[in-house]
């Protein structure tokens, strides 16, 4: 059986652009239908997947995602003829007699409506399976299933927004999944989370990770106050958030623009000209009521179901501090975060829900998500040649990644662009920028001169998983193989890793496996025979506000572009 997921709806921006233009002067992000996106599966394995951003090099594209369709079925072999089936992320059909006013009508119409998704199909490819909707956070949760190493556990799905929920929560047992709550759009901590990373100057659905990494340097006691009573937790895993229940006409229910006012008048300053010092302090404690009411609502279906093991996906559950504490409470026994939790994501997980509704689960946990295209020797080496840059061609990939190692222990700053992208929107050692976390002047070097981003923002650390324990706050074995969870270096590295310590100790830590990741794990063997660490800074390899790169042309532009010291692609060391 052959799936195609796709993940987006048609130009939700542009028709918002011509009906608000005031509103959406700039670039708003508050729409639906960002992180557009494609994956194929057949017969139960993933045969490809890629964000359309990468392609288009619109970061968080919302555009149709034809390019990744077009990646999807070519790396098939197949055209959209040959398909079972053609599954979408959102499922707003159902809902349809809700948009009653004449331009929320006219926005179901021409951006949401399943037949106009089935009518973009069939003009670019002709004939092919009938569309089938997916409940968008379905889709999330089984996007995080099919990598998830257990099949029985409390699954939460947190975003910003579905179709008219924004958390769910299932109970997952084996071949059954049972919804056992949906909280509403005017309960969802993912856009509360994203209107005060708009009101601190930051942009809504795009910059969250920025107040994350800022709040660590905040005290959280200074707004408690305004995030209790923002934030409110009632009984049975409830909350409320009155704000968002101010919105009164269609516009201001799309862009909040009743709760906007009362952020800003209960917080009583301007945000986006506030120093760091009070943007700190706001995010800190917009931080900690954020993880206390994800944990009130995680510990209390736990407790009603006895699960043990959390699965989280959504958007939210980008957020590793909360992830971080979940795992530290001691409540479960395993916390899982999906590799693709944003709405990229869910390209896979509406072609995966569907393979389990037809009763073939997609199961691969322990893959990493290599599903991107390659790049090729050849196309890289005549680029190199046409920008006159100096090119050195290696036997085999083992003797590249030996001196990718040794040029990083010298403390070089390189670049692996290596085998296929990966699928989400972390480098997991296939399109890395690397550095030696030993050199804490390395931190603010990528930050500042090479990747042109604030300072305070913190990097990952890769370490092979046999070694993870040693330097991390973690069990030996406990795997975290796609960089989704903070945890604490242990106290005697704090200062011997400090380009990857962030300023209160902990880090979103990476665990590599021989068997899973075999070509980074010997790229951190090798360094870690050098220099007795086999640990390195891993950030993507992308300049700021650009997506990570895709073919061999951006691999070596960037390069050019960021000045760093070489560029290990496809068996070549490329360098000026």
Do not use: W
């Not at 920025?210 to 995030?227: C, E, I, Q």
């Not at 101010?246 to 945000?271: C, H, K, P, W, Y």
């Not at 603010?444 to 650390?461: S, T």
């Amino acid at each position: 059986m052959a799936i195609l997921g796709i993940s987006g709806l048609a130009d939700v921006e542009g028709f918002l652009r011509e009906q608000f233009p005031q509103r959406m002067a700039g670039e708003s992000r508050i729409v639906q239908g960002l992180d557009s996106a494609a994956a194929l599966i057949h017969d139960g394995r993933i045969i490809a997947a890629a964000a359309q951003e990468r392609f288009d090099r619109q970061k968080k594209s919302g555009a149709f995602p034809f390019d990744a369709i077009d990646y999807c079925l070519r790396t098939a072999g197949m055209s959209l003829e040959d398909l079972d089936a053609v599954c979408g992320n959102f499922d707003f059909g159902r809902y349809e007699l809700i948009f009653r006013e004449p331009i929320a009508r006219d926005y179901f119409e021409r951006c949401l409506s399943p037949r106009r998704i089935q009518g973009l199909l069939a003009a670019r490819y002709g004939t092919g399976p009938d569309f089938t909707p997916i409940d968008h956070h379905l889709g999330h949760l089984h996007a995080a299933l099919a990598s998830a190493p257990f099949d029985h556990c409390l699954g939460v799905v947190m975003d910003a927004a579905g179709e008219i929920g924004s958390t769910s929560v299932y109970q997952v047992e084996g071949g059954s999944v049972r919804r056992l709550a949906r909280y509403p759009i005017h309960k969802s901590l993912g856009i509360f989370y994203s209107l005060v990373t708009q009101f601190l100057g930051y942009a809504f659905n795009e910059d969250e990770y920025k107040v994350m990494g800022l709040a660590s340097f905040g005290n959280p006691d200074r707004y408690a106050g305004f995030f209790a009573s923002s934030i409110l937790l009632g009984d049975a895993g409830q909350i409320d958030i009155p704000c968002l229940s101010l919105n009164e006409d269609f516009a201001d229910r799309l862009f909040f623009t009743g709760s906007m006012r009362v952020i800003e008048q209960g917080l009583g300053f301007r945000g986006a000209e506030a120093p760091v010092e009070q943007k700190a302090d706001v995010s800190a404690a917009l931080q900690r009521r954020f993880t206390e009411a994800v944990f009130h609502i995680c510990t209390h279906f736990a407790d009603r179901t006895g699960a043990r093991n959390l699965l989280l996906s959504g958007g939210c559950a980008e957020n590793c501090m909360t992830a971080g504490a979940l795992r530290d409470s001691g409540r479960f026994e395993h916390v899982y975060v999906a590799y693709a939790s944003g709405d990229d994501g869910t390209a896979l997980g509406a072609a995966a829900a569907h393979s389990f509704a037809m009763g073939r689960p997609v199961r691969i946990a322990g893959q990493m998500p290599f599903f991107g295209p390659a790049p090729r020797r050849e196309t890289a080496t005549a680029i190199a040649a046409a920008r006159g840059l100096s090119v050195t061609a290696f036997p085999s990939e083992e003797q590249m990644l030996d001196a990718a190692a040794a040029e990083v222990a010298r403390d070089g700053i390189v670049a692996l662009c290596n085998g296929r992208m990966e699928y989400g929107a972390r480098a997991l050692g296939n399109r890395s920028l690397l550095a030696l976390p030993s050199n804490a002047a390395n931190k603010d070097r990528i930050n500042l001169a090479i990747k042109k981003r604030q300072n305070y923002r913190p990097f990952a650390p890769a370490v092979t998983a046999e070694d993870a324990h040693r330097y991390f706050d973690l069990r030996p074995g406990e795997s975290y193989p796609y960089m989704t969870m903070l945890t604490r270096l242990r106290p005697d590295y704090v200062d011997r890793l400090p380009a990857v310590a962030h300023v209160d100790g902990t880090a979103r830590v990476q665990t590599v496996d021989a068997e899973h990741n075999p070509a980074f794990h010997r790229f951190l063997s090798s360094l870690g025979g050098l220099t007795g660490l086999p640990v390195v800074l891993n950030t993507s390899y992308n300049v700021n506000q650009q997506p990570i790169v895709c073919s061999e042309e951006e691999a070596i532009d960037t390069f050019l572009e960021m000045g760093i010291d070489a560029l290990y692609m496809a068996g070549l060391r490329i360098s000026r």
